[in-house]
């Protein structure tokens, strides 16, 4: 059955699911309030980098499924779904900022129609979020309207969040009301993956879980790097022998500069408040937030034990391949600290480099492909594993470069390979 849904917000998770419920047949409002970014989105721009987005949207533009508004006069009220997708950002005591979900919370109750709504919050949000959602819509709507929330989080991977959204391991669908259940089901007919129904409680839970569950395993990967560091090990090899292990697997213990993103780090510290709230020991996450933090540190203080010089080539930028999300980056951090210790920074990413500019401005030296950036230098930093540098002239690398130093924070090069060909290379964990 083909439905018209809102969607408010076009971050990752609004637009991506927009697009994709869309591509289905579906009529899709997404609501946003720049005018500047609507215009490109209305245009085919999708206003952030991720494969095969720009095609879909502007397919479904064509089929006129997809409107971008900055009202809800028009979207909300015939709609049988409305998704909440705004940011959640971490205050300074790590706790989510919930300001935008409430607000809009507010806005749907006075624009929903009479009859049955389902209002599901998309966006991560702590246990007990929804419930407060419920109460603000029930305080604001009109009296002929009935509503029901649903909790049907995300998880997309920034890179790959087409494929994660129509082929996701599991659709999650949190609700005590059992009509509510049923058209969000209807919804996602089309998607495949396991299909977990349970309550408002437990389906917001589910969200933190996996993504604090997932950065404990890169975290662990580090605090095993820090062992090999110390002892001479290879970490890659540990790591790939103990992946053999069928109750633990390989898939997320990789050891580098640290997690980033907009997901990882927030959820991680959102769901220790959560904790503290409920007096339970955090310890464990703080563990798992600290080592994050030293792998950065330590980098950089490889970085400045070993150079002879002060400037550096950098390839990636992006907190993962296949994104131009900045935020949280280990480079981020890293760079800052070497700007102010004087170094000049030469940088290349694919697609990253205009939201660094917009972190790190005139700082640093943009160029236009991995050779520029390593033209003269003293040594190479790699901060992301994009593909272009795996298959990568080192020959002509090494030619360019003045100094033959690679700080290699992906681990994309074998030691052997590199010493064979003339650097001095320093990978993690890696002897």
Not at 167 to 174: A, E, K, S, Y
Not at 249 to 258: A, D, E, I
Not at 408 to 428: H, L, S, T, V
């Amino acid at each position: 059955m083909l439905m018209t849904i809102t969607i408010i917000g076009h971050g990752y998770v609004g637009l991506v699911s927009a697009c994709v419920f869309a591509d289905f047949g579906n009529k899709v409002w997404v609501i946003g309030h720049t005018p500047e970014k609507l215009a490109r989105l209305r245009s085919g721009d999708p206003i952030l980098y991720e494969p095969g987005l720009k095609e879909m949207l502007e397919k479904n533009l064509k089929a006129k499924r997809l409107i971008f508004t900055d009202t809800y006069k028009d979207s909300v009220p015939e709609s049988q779904i409305v998704f909440i997708t705004v940011g959640t950002p971490p205050k300074e005591n790590g706790a989510a900022d919930l300001t935008a979900v409430y607000h809009v919370a507010e806005q749907i109750a006075k624009h929903l129609k009479p009859g049955f709504n389902v209002v599901s919050c998309k966006s991560t949000v702590p246990v007990g979020t929804n419930k407060k959602v419920e109460e603000i819509v029930n305080k604001n709507k009109k009296a002929n309207s009935h509503i029901a929330v649903a909790s049907c989080p995300e998880f997309l991977r920034e890179g790959s969040a087409l494929g994660d959204t129509l082929h996701p391991d599991r659709v999650i669908v949190g609700s005590s009301s059992k009509e509510a259940v049923d058209t969000m089901l209807e919804l996602h007919k089309p998607i495949s993956g396991d299909r977990v129904v349970t309550d408002l409680a437990s389906a917001e839970l589910i969200k933190y879980t996996s993504n604090s569950m997932l950065a404990t395993k890169i975290s662990f990967a580090n605090l095993i790097s820090f062992y090999c560091e110390k002892t001479g090990a290879d970490v890659e090899t540990v790591l790939d022998a103990v992946g053999l292990d069928k109750r633990i697997g390989r898939s997320f213990m990789y050891p580098g500069v640290g997690y980033g993103g907009s997901c990882f780090p927030k959820d991680v510290q959102a769901l220790m408040d959560t904790g503290k709230n409920l007096e339970i020991d955090t310890s464990l996450l703080q563990a798992v937030e600290n080592i994050n933090q030293q792998a950065r540190e330590n980098f950089l203080k490889n970085i400045l034990k070993h150079i002879k010089g002060k400037t550096i080539g950098v390839w990636g930028l992006s907190f993962k391949p296949d994104t131009d999300d900045v935020r949280f980056a280990p480079s981020v951090y890293v760079l800052r600290e070497l700007i102010k210790k004087g170094f000049t920074l030469k940088v290349y990413d694919q697609v990253a480099m205009e939201n660094i500019k917009k972190i790190l401005g005139n700082k640093l030296t943009y160029v236009n492909n991995p050779y520029e950036a390593v033209e003269n230098v003293d040594a190479l930093c790699i901060f992301t594993e994009w593909n272009e540098f795996k298959q990568i002239d080192l020959s002509k690398v090494k030619k360019l470069m003045k100094k033959h130093l690679i700080f290699d924070g992906r681990n994309i090069f074998e030691p052997k390979k590199m010493k064979k060909a003339g650097f001095e290379y320093y990978g993690i964990g890696r002897s």
